[in-house]
């Protein structure tokens, strides 16, 4: 009876006063290190001569909160066991797997409020899905399935980089301005959760030729990291950045202005060019110490002793592994395309998971 009665008294504290519980997982950097409660990633990890201290191997799973308000389109992406789409199923089953992706030795993932291409590459997209409305607030069910999976983030130690927008979805905001609102209630909810593990990805490849507002194309976005960066609560701000098109270096003003850089390999089919965007994005004028992550990259090779990945590693940047189902391949395979099986299920996620497991000594 004491142990409930002092459950049932905290719970009500919490409600009564607003306080958030203290948080699992905290991210920091230390110059291009990435820390977890302090210590760096991987600390004293070594694999084949390469340091993995301090790296951050992730994930492209943009789709865990994925739903489509458009409802000429929304029975495209029913499960074949139902034959009805179910986001909250979706969601559910995003978490289930979680636990696995990390004794795998996965340490973050990036997860996106508008999404990607269901279908990869390619595609032409009448499909809605945002967690944001046309005037920039936050959609409550769409941002009730992101803290489940931030939740279960926090619990595991994971690191969650969350994208804002992504391109084939922005127009369906009015305008610039709500751009810049989606932004700050997107900050605002992270702050009023208390999450210490999410790192702030604006806009999945800003300089991709479809994106229709013009505050996130390549030549403004470095204002929507700043706004971001502005708002700072109880002496707390989100690290913030945005990424690129593939086999692309980031702009000057990207450079100086975010809190760590990120890098697309698609696109990148000798790993030798993987080692040369390190470099060359190293040696922009405006580079400071910071970390650099690729957070997508579709070439694979596991099983060769030279890939992205390794380039990747070797050069002292993160990777991080991106899947979609090809045409014809069954229902396990990819992460992007949806409906997703997020399990372990595929040749492609076994080779990258048990070379994970590998790399990280998990």
């Not at 127009?171 to 992270?190: F, R, S």
């Not at 099986?341 to 595929?346: A, G, L, M, N, V």
């Amino acid at each position: 009876m004491k142990k409930t009665f002092f459950c049932c008294s905290f719970i009500f504290i919490i409600l009564l006063t607003g306080c958030q519980p203290k948080p699992n997982t905290v991210v920091t950097f230390e110059g291009e290190q990435v820390l977890i409660n302090g210590n760096p990633t991987l600390e004293g990890v070594t694999w084949n001569g390469i340091d993995m201290e301090g790296l951050l191997p992730n994930s492209r799973m943009v789709q865990g909160i994925f739903d489509d308000l458009n409802p000429e389109t929304v029975d495209t992406w029913n499960y074949e066991d139902t034959g009805e789409w179910d986001p909250e199923r979706n969601t559910n089953e995003f978490v289930a797997a979680m636990e696995s992706w990390r004794e795998h030795g996965l340490l973050a993932f990036t997860i996106n409020m508008q999404g990607g291409s269901p279908f990869g590459y390619g595609n032409p997209r009448p499909w809605y899905n945002s967690a944001l409305d046309s005037a920039g607030n936050l959609r409550a069910d769409y941002m009730a399935r992101l803290e489940r999976i931030l939740d279960e983030s926090d619990r595991l130690g994971m690191v969650s980089i969350l994208g804002i927008y992504y391109f084939g979805q922005d127009q369906w905001l009015e305008d610039d301005e709500a751009v810049k609102n989606g932004v700050v209630n997107t900050i605002n909810w992270l702050h009023g959760k208390g999450y210490r593990n999410v790192l702030v990805e604006i806009a999945n490849e800003c300089n991709n030729r479809k994106f229709e507002r013009e505050i996130i194309k390549a030549d403004n976005v470095h204002e929507l990291i700043e706004l971001a960066q502005s708002i700072e609560k109880k002496g707390y701000r989100y690290p913030v950045s945005v990424s690129y098109n593939g086999n692309t270096l980031p702009g000057e003003l990207v450079t100086e202005v975010a809190d760590f850089i990120l890098l697309h390999g698609n696109g990148v089919n000798d790993p030798a060019r993987i080692t040369e965007m390190v470099r060359l994005t190293r040696d922009m004028g405006t580079y400071t110490p910071k970390p650099i992550i690729f957070n997508e990259d579709d070439h694979y090779l596991f099983d060769s002793t030279m890939n992205n990945m390794v380039a990747a590693f070797k050069a002292g940047a993160s990777w991080g592994y991106f899947d979609f189902r090809r045409g014809g391949e069954s229902y396990e395979a990819g992460y992007q395309s949806v409906p997703v099986d997020w399990s372990i299920s595929h040749e492609r996620k076994k080779a990258f998971f048990e070379k994970l497991k590998e790399v990280t000594g998990e």
